[in-house]
């Protein structure tokens, strides 16, 4: 469906693959960090999973953005044209 010029579904996709790449980095921050705590860097593990949980912030915000773009191409006011 295309609502005030943007493909939602497109465009719900793009948001999903942002999601994707954000889960892997989150992964990698959250395996460094426990490497690093077993090396003996504890400023760089802590360092790790506070951005581990900040990443877990942007997937959150992203699942919103996804949930967002459906009311918000619902209550557009525009022309809305479907493929059939």
Do not use: Y
């Not at 889960?23 to 760089?44: C, I, S």
């Amino acid at each position: 469906m295309c609502t005030n010029g943007i493909n939602t579904g497109q465009f719900e996709t793009m948001i999903e693959q942002i999601d994707d790449h954000v889960k892997l980095e989150r992964r990698w921050a959250h395996t460094l960090g426990h490497q690093a705590g077993d090396a003996g860097f504890p400023t760089v593990c802590e360092k790790l999973h506070a951005a581990q949980a900040l990443l877990d912030d942007v997937r959150a915000l992203l699942d919103e953005a996804k949930d967002a773009l459906e009311d918000d191409a619902r209550d557009a006011s525009a022309v809305t044209v479907s493929l059939v």
